[in-house]
């Protein structure tokens, strides 16, 4: 151990010789811009300027074309000795529209989306900024690409092109999210990233699962947090910002703090935000069905309903949550950079709004029905290391560990036995990337991954009226679901405007599970699954010109069953309970898209995507029997039996468009909508509308920008689903919706005007806001369980130093 620390020591002293800066302004203000990319040809290395606008590019020294880029600038390529001659400092020119930008959610690598057949959006720190987003499943909305859904307040469930909670991947500095307890129902666990702490955010639509893995169907959700910056000078590096937050829809109260504190060797992130959110009130005119003007509330040993005096507060709907994030960089010499990140968010516990609006015989379904804490860590070490050999040219390793847990509460109304189930999910993983190129034309990304996930899942029964507790039913066995995969792409330039990109992946995955036969009659004790998949893709990108961009993709994705999908015990509506089932196969997606972008005379850009996914095998909810029972009590009640089942064949395909212009002395406008539909096979071999494919929504947007000022006014929209196009499953949830005149449930069109303004007071003060739903409509985003914010005002002061 004493050898390898001097060894250490001598590569960070040794390396440490030679440094070269280059300060990287804007042309027309001379301003430094932060996070310009510098890549050289085929991605062997890569650099990323600081605040300050300053980069390390010691490592580029033997490179003859450097493209140095940033998004809304002009691409600029350069040699090392070109950039010597101009005394290693560059100004971009501000560029209205750009058709390529450095994307790393494609590979796990810094590419151009030149090269990168997917359709990827990545959505800025500067918009996060200016749109003030409360969660990062908001933060994603912002993009007007992904629907969210909301069962309750401290909640989001992104859905991308038909698709949502497990069959959507998830990623954070590099390393998978999910877990084997994320569910085919509404997830939430995207509230757990901070977006203050977000460095950059990037959606890849359509499959990723030759680099991602299992679950990564409809897409994958990429997460980058800030990166440690050096200082390139013998004066340390100190830089942050502090920001404080209130909104009066659900008197938030909010505040961020970060600082960088860099030397030449080391440097150090250090992030802390914390939230406290009041009930959330909905808007003042809309349809009366989303109005519950009461709630319960414990009264000496009765359960009492409680009539609200402002029947527009959605109560239970109050919840907290904090995060806090530590990083730390070493970076001894160019060829080496050592990353290590530690994450931890909490929320309090709040209530899941759309189980509080069930009723049964005239009363309350629940006294309780509560998330307990949502709980999220993450040990995270990167090792980046950069080499021109015959293996690769950079390597990097990715060692992590993360810790979730969550646990439901609930308790029906006027009944003093309180049900507790608390899940706890280890999971381990690594993955070891590289690349190489073979040839000025040809780059390979090849790489190996395992991931461990250690389930553990108790429940416990109270009487709150004596305090005394015994064990209960638990949601899920306890389990361990284990992958392992090697994948490699393919990237080929046939010519220097149309890039081949073809790659293969080969996935092993095991499921054992153990179950506790004591309060459900399983006919078995144990379950395993072992299998394994092999997911392809192939496509390509054209650039006729400068103007043009044509892109068309092809691939296969996989869902393997986790604990979620095999072993859980839930009730997913009334009158209806799941029960595990240990027959199950994976599901497979085969997906077909085609892009074409184009901007004219540097004024207009239009950019339209069209996609198809056929998903074979699906995992479904259906009607099942537990030892030859279709019905079984379940909490009181006689229940329907039902399973995740490979009961059906589904069918997604629509059209995302966008159009963005730029008009005179500092305008502009944007529309993005997106129109989808989907199919799900029944079992009685009709076909129903598939449950995750949203309505017809987007977002448009008229901006002006001058000097320090930026200002928006945008509507957000979505259209109506009327009962007629509701998914089977849920058309019982007469709770969550509308009612049209028959009676039906349906989930109306809906619209909201919205202003957003930043203003750069001087170099360490901005100040922001708006209004939200100028209008004060009552709005509920489809098959949501709880309403948007009424009218909303927004007042965020952020200090930067």
Same mark, same amino acid.
Do not use: C
């Given at each position: 151990?004493?050898?390898?620390?001097?060894?250490?020591?001598?590569?960070?002293?040794?390396?440490?010789?030679?440094?070269?800066?280059?300060?990287?302004?804007?042309?027309?203000?001379?301003?430094?811009?932060?996070?310009?990319?510098?890549?050289?040809?085929?991605?062997?290395?890569?650099?990323?300027?600081?605040?300050?606008?300053?980069?390390?590019?010691?490592?580029?020294?033997?490179?003859?074309? !450097?493209?140095?880029?940033?998004?809304?600038?002009?691409?600029?390529?350069?040699?090392?000795?070109?950039?010597?001659?101009?005394?290693?400092?560059?100004?971009?020119?501000?560029?209205?529209?750009?058709?390529?930008?450095?994307?790393?959610?494609?590979?796990?690598?810094?590419?151009?989306?030149?090269?990168?057949?997917?359709?990827?959006?990545?959505?800025?720190?500067?918009?996060?900024?200016?749109?003030?987003?409360?969660?990062?499943?908001?933060?994603?909305?912002?993009?007007?690409?992904?629907? !969210?859904?909301?069962?309750?307040?401290?909640?989001?469930?992104?859905?991308?092109?038909?698709?949502?909670?497990?069959?959507?991947?998830?990623?954070?500095?590099?390393?998978?999210?999910?877990?084997?307890?994320?569910?085919?129902?509404?997830?939430?666990?995207?509230?757990?990233?901070?977006?203050?702490?977000?460095?950059?955010?990037?959606?890849?639509?359509?499959?990723?699962?030759?680099?991602?893995?299992?679950?990564?169907?409809?897409?994958?959700?990429?997460?980058?947090?800030?990166?440690?910056?050096?200082?390139?000078?013998?004066?340390?590096?100190?830089?942050?910002?502090?920001?404080?937050?209130?909104?009066?829809?659900?008197?938030?109260?909010?505040?961020?703090?970060?600082?960088?504190?860099?030397?030449?060797?080391?440097?150090?992130?250090?992030?802390?935000?914390?939230?406290?959110?009041?009930?959330?009130?909905?808007?003042?005119?809309?349809?009366?069905?989303?109005?519950?003007?009461?709630?319960?509330?414990?009264?000496?040993?009765?359960?009492?309903?409680?009539?609200?005096?402002?029947?527009?507060?959605?109560?239970?709907?109050?919840?907290?949550?904090?995060?806090?994030?530590?990083?730390?960089?070493?970076?001894?010499?160019?060829?080496?950079?050592?990353?290590?990140?530690?994450?931890?968010?909490?929320?309090?516990?709040?209530?899941?709004?759309?189980?509080?609006?069930?009723?049964?015989?005239?009363?309350?379904?629940?006294?309780?029905?509560?998330?307990?804490?949502?709980?999220?860590?993450?040990?995270n070490l990167n090792i980046n290391y950069t080499s021109n050999n015959s293996v690769f040219d950079q390597m990097s390793l990715r060692l992590a560990h993360q810790w979730f847990e969550e646990s439901r509460i609930d308790r029906t109304f006027n009944k003093t036995e309180r049900n507790t189930q608390n899940e706890e999910v280890s999971a381990y993983s690594a993955n070891l990337d590289f690349i190489k190129a073979t040839g000025e034309k040809n780059t390979?990304?090849?790489?190996?991954?395992?991931?461990?996930?250690?389930?553990?899942?108790?429940?416990?029964?109270?009487?709150?009226?004596?305090?005394?507790?015994?064990?209960?039913?638990?949601?899920?066995?306890?389990?361990?679901?284990?992958?392992?995969?090697?994948?490699?792409?393919?990237?080929?330039?046939?010519?220097?405007?149309?890039?081949?990109?073809?790659?293969?992946?080969?996935?092993?995955?095991?499921?054992?599970?153990?179950?506790?036969?004591?309060?459900?009659?399983?006919?078995?004790?144990?379950?395993?699954?072992?299998?394994?998949?092999?997911?392809?893709?192939?496509?390509?990108?054209?650039?006729?010109?400068?103007?043009?961009?044509?892109?068309?993709?092809?691939?296969?994705?996989?869902?393997?069953?986790?604990?979620?999908?095999?072993?859980?015990?839930?009730?997913?509506?009334?009158?209806?309970?799941?029960?595990?089932?240990?027959?199950?196969?994976?599901?497979?997606?085969?997906?077909?898209?085609?892009?074409?972008?184009?901007?004219?005379?540097?004024?207009?850009?239009?950019?339209?995507?069209?996609?198809?996914?056929?998903?074979?095998?699906?995992?479904?909810?259906?009607?099942?029997?537990?030892?030859?029972?279709?019905?079984?009590?379940?909490?009181?009640?006689?229940?329907?039996?039902?399973?995740?089942q490979n009961a059906a064949v589904a069918h997604v395909y629509g059209v995302q468009v966008g159009v963005e212009v730029k008009l005179p002395k500092g305008f502009g406008f944007s529309t993005d909508v997106n129109i989808q539909k989907g199919e799900e096979e029944l079992d009685n071999g009709d076909t129903s509308p598939s449950r995750h494919a949203s309505p017809f929504f987007g977002v448009s947007r008229l901006n002006y920008k001058v000097n320090k000022?930026?200002?928006?006014?945008?509507?957000?929209?979505?259209?109506?689903?009327?009962?007629?196009?509701?998914?089977?499953?849920?058309?019982?949830?007469?709770?969550?919706?509308?009612?049209?005149?028959?009676?039906?449930?349906?989930?109306?069109?809906?619209?909201?005007?919205?202003?957003?303004?930043?203003?750069?007071?001087?170099?360490?003060?901005?100040?922001?806001?708006?209004?939200?739903?100028?209008?004060?409509?009552?709005?509920?985003?489809?098959?949501?369980?709880?309403?948007?914010?009424?009218?909303?005002?927004?007042?965020?002061?952020?200090?930067?130093?």
């Amino acid at each position: 151990m004493k050898r390898l620390f001097i060894l250490w020591l001598l590569i960070g002293f040794v390396g440490g010789a030679y440094a070269q800066k280059i300060t990287i302004t804007e042309q027309q203000t001379n301003q430094p811009i932060e996070l310009v990319t510098l890549t050289s040809a085929n991605s062997k290395h890569y650099a990323t300027t600081n605040f300050k606008g300053e980069a390390d590019i010691s490592a580029f020294k033997q490179s003859e074309k !450097i493209e140095i880029r940033s998004l809304g600038y002009k691409t600029v390529i350069k040699s090392f000795s070109e950039l010597e001659l101009e005394g290693f400092k560059i100004s971009l020119e501000v560029s209205n529209f750009s058709l390529d930008e450095v994307v790393i959610s494609g590979s796990r690598w810094r590419q151009s989306s030149d090269d990168v057949p997917s359709k990827i959006i990545s959505i800025s720190a500067k918009e996060v900024a200016l749109q003030n987003p409360q969660s990062a499943a908001d933060l994603l909305g912002v993009s007007g690409k992904v629907f !969210i859904q909301k069962s309750q307040q401290g909640g989001g469930s992104p859905m991308i092109r038909g698709f949502a909670t497990s069959r959507l991947l998830y990623s954070v500095d590099g390393v998978r999210m999910n877990t084997a307890i994320f569910r085919s129902g509404n997830l939430q666990n995207v509230i757990n990233i901070d977006p203050f702490a977000v460095e950059n955010t990037e959606v890849l639509f359509g499959p990723g699962s030759v680099i991602y893995g299992s679950d990564a169907i409809g897409g994958v959700m990429s997460f980058q947090t800030l990166t440690p910056q050096l200082s390139f000078t013998d004066e340390p590096l100190i830089t942050g910002k502090a920001s404080a937050r209130y909104s009066s829809a659900n008197n938030e109260k909010t505040g961020h703090f970060d600082v960088n504190l860099g030397f030449k060797k080391w440097a150090f992130v250090t992030s802390i935000s914390s939230w406290d959110y009041d009930n959330l009130r909905q808007g003042s005119h809309g349809p009366d069905d989303y109005i519950k003007d009461y709630y319960v509330q414990r009264q000496d040993s009765t359960d009492v309903v409680i009539t609200q005096d402002d029947k527009l507060l959605q109560i239970p709907s109050a919840y907290s949550q904090i995060n806090m994030m530590q990083k730390i960089r070493f970076q001894p010499n160019e060829n080496w950079d050592f990353q290590y990140g530690f994450h931890f968010s909490e929320t309090s516990p709040y209530g899941r709004y759309d189980r509080h609006q069930r009723i049964r015989d005239g009363l309350p379904r629940y006294a309780e029905w509560d998330y307990g804490p949502q709980i999220w860590m993450m040990n995270n070490l990167n090792i980046n290391y950069t080499s021109n050999n015959s293996v690769f040219d950079q390597m990097s390793l990715r060692l992590a560990h993360q810790w979730f847990e969550e646990s439901r509460i609930d308790r029906t109304f006027n009944k003093t036995e309180r049900n507790t189930q608390n899940e706890e999910v280890s999971a381990y993983s690594a993955n070891l990337d590289f690349i190489k190129a073979t040839g000025e034309k040809n780059t390979f990304f090849y790489g190996l991954e395992y991931v461990l996930n250690d389930v553990n899942s108790e429940g416990q029964l109270t009487d709150i009226s004596t305090n005394i507790s015994e064990a209960g039913p638990a949601r899920y066995p306890q389990s361990k679901w284990q992958s392992m995969a090697v994948y490699v792409t393919d990237e080929f330039k046939v010519a220097d405007n149309f890039t081949l990109s073809a790659g293969a992946r080969y996935n092993y995955v095991l499921l054992d599970a153990e179950f506790d036969t004591t309060f459900y009659p399983f006919p078995f004790t144990e379950a395993s699954l072992s299998h394994g998949a092999l997911t392809g893709s192939l496509g390509g990108v054209y650039r006729p010109d400068d103007t043009w961009v044509i892109s068309a993709n092809l691939g296969t994705a996989f869902r393997s069953p986790n604990v979620d999908d095999l072993g859980k015990v839930f009730d997913s509506e009334p009158g209806s309970v799941v029960v595990p089932n240990p027959d199950l196969k994976p599901e497979y997606a085969y997906n077909a898209d085609l892009g074409i972008a184009k901007v004219f005379r540097d004024v207009v850009k239009v950019d339209v995507t069209g996609y198809y996914t056929h998903l074979k095998d699906a995992l479904v909810r259906r009607d099942f029997k537990l030892n030859g029972l279709d019905s079984i009590m379940y909490q009181g009640e006689l229940s329907q039996v039902q399973a995740i089942q490979n009961a059906a064949v589904a069918h997604v395909y629509g059209v995302q468009v966008g159009v963005e212009v730029k008009l005179p002395k500092g305008f502009g406008f944007s529309t993005d909508v997106n129109i989808q539909k989907g199919e799900e096979e029944l079992d009685n071999g009709d076909t129903s509308p598939s449950r995750h494919a949203s309505p017809f929504f987007g977002v448009s947007r008229l901006n002006y920008k001058v000097n320090k000022l930026s200002m928006e006014l945008n509507v957000n929209y979505q259209g109506e689903k009327d009962f007629e196009d509701l998914p089977d499953e849920e058309k019982g949830k007469t709770e969550i919706y509308a009612l049209d005149e028959n009676g039906n449930p349906y989930s109306p069109a809906w619209y909201t005007f919205n202003f957003k303004a930043l203003y750069k007071m001087n170099d360490t003060f901005d100040v922001s806001g708006g209004i939200e739903n100028l209008t004060d409509q009552r709005y509920r985003p489809y098959s949501s369980g709880i309403s948007g914010a009424g009218r909303n005002f927004i007042l965020a002061l952020t200090a930067h130093f």
